[in-house]
């Protein structure tokens, strides 16, 4: 392989890890069953570190209500590319003149971090964004976008860039894809040989057919996109959007392309979906925060807590589903179904990561928590911690790479 691998001291440490804690938008759209086990087409290592990492979007949560020291490393989502191959904050794109200002809310987040000793990476993309295509095969247009990231990661003192190209759509852009991440992989190297190169991936063939392993090989690890199985598109299936056959088949679908688990960190949504029935069919579906959740159903805590699945009538509805007088409207046939990870779904996923020896965890979003007992986040750390840290969670000195 060739990953960018860290200081491996761990290479000592196998035989006591034995004994230790190991004793697809990326979702599919046309619905997969569970795989079977195939052989190994990577080879298996230890991750040198690990990590639980974060996605926080400019247009939600409170800095000062984060828990950044249950981190190790934030993505800020997004800039956003041009066609020209420029980089700008997203919300450049007619966002609410409401929005908190960009540059003050980075940098607030930077400092916040680094004073915890957790990395910052400004991710770069997101579904919204429809222009890597349109620059990529560009020469003049590619070098511009490199000398951006040269510029913003000096600006914000960033530990690093995440890129997340939703999707590539063909085998010449999957040769850009390639091209587009060595490039940023040698922009970040002339800067400071430990910044942090990731990427967003999909979780199946249908996101990540065309994204290539050169490409992927140039980063840390890629965070796989275990999430968006079942969502608001007209085939969708009525489901959990990250069930546990689709973090298997998603995380091995990398596996079998030949990139190790210890090169991966695994996808975990901090919200759940919501499907409008009409009688018995599916009318729609929309996303839901987890906190959004647990506020439908706080008459009885236990349900958010202790179920992935619940049936949800007009008695449930909340404010952001009524009227402009404040009283539900729903037809009297109209229900809604929801599917949402619990805390001990998390931990089950946890304990998966754990097991296949991968890189850690990759949140979307942090701002979708519960800042109480059902917190997902706290339910990740109490199960990393029953486990075991080891490889440690680590947390560096801003700037720098851990290294063990």
């Not at 490039?183 to 910044?195: C, F």
């Not at 007209?234 to 990250?242: D, E, L, P, R, Y």
């Not at 987890?290 to 805590?301: H, K, Q």
Request: hydrophobic share 40%.
């Amino acid at each position: 392989m060739k990953f960018r691998t860290r200081i491996a001291l761990i290479c000592a440490l196998v035989p006591a890890l034995l004994c230790g804690c190991l004793t697809s938008s990326s979702g599919s759209r046309k619905g997969e069953d569970e795989h079977r086990e195939t052989t190994p087409k990577a080879p298996d290592e230890y991750p040198d570190y690990r990590v639980v990492v974060g996605y926080l979007p400019s247009w939600s949560g409170n800095l000062a209500d984060m828990d950044v020291a249950g981190l190790t490393h934030v993505n800020y989502a997004f800039h956003v590319t041009t066609e020209d191959g420029g980089v700008v904050p997203s919300w450049w794109r007619g966002a609410p003149s409401n929005y908190m200002d960009f540059d003050a809310r980075l940098d607030s987040l930077v400092k916040l971090g680094h004073e915890s000793g957790v990395k910052v990476l400004l991710a770069i993309g997101g579904a919204s964004d429809k222009n890597f295509s349109k620059f990529v095969g560009d020469s003049a247009k590619l070098e511009r976008f490199f000398g951006q990231v040269d510029s913003l990661v000096g600006k914000y003192r960033l530990d690093g860039i995440d890129i997340d190209w939703e999707y590539p759509e063909n085998e010449a852009e999957g040769k850009a894809f390639t091209k587009l991440m060595k490039g940023v992989r040698r922009t970040l190297d002339a800067i400071d040989t430990n910044l942090l190169l990731t990427a967003a991936v999909g979780a199946s063939v249908y996101g990540a057919a065309n994204v290539t392993l050169e490409g992927v090989q140039q980063c840390d690890w890629i965070n796989v996109m275990t999430y968006d199985y079942t969502g608001g598109w007209n085939s969708s299936s009525i489901g959990s959007t990250a069930p546990m056959s689709f973090v298997r088949s998603g995380t091995k679908y990398w596996y079998d392309r030949g990139v190790p688990y210890a090169r991966m960190a695994l996808g975990v949504p901090f919200y759940g979906i919501r499907f409008t029935m009409v009688g018995s069919g599916r009318a729609g579906a929309a996303q839901v925060a987890f906190s959004r959740i647990a506020d439908i159903f706080d008459v009885d805590r236990s349900l958010v807590a202790d179920t992935a699945r619940f049936l949800a009538d007009t008695a449930h509805v909340g404010p952001a589903d009524t009227t402009r007088d404040g009283r539900p409207y729903v037809p009297a046939d109209t229900t809604w179904l929801y599917y949402w990870d619990s805390p001990d779904f998390v931990a089950e996923k946890v304990e998966f990561a754990m097991k296949n020896k991968m890189r850690g965890l990759m949140i979307w979003e942090v701002s979708q928590d519960l800042h109480d007992s059902l917190s997902l986040l706290g339910a990740m750390w109490d199960r990393i911690e029953k486990l075991g840290k080891t490889p440690e969670f680590v947390r560096a000195p801003a700037g720098k790479t851990a290294k063990k």
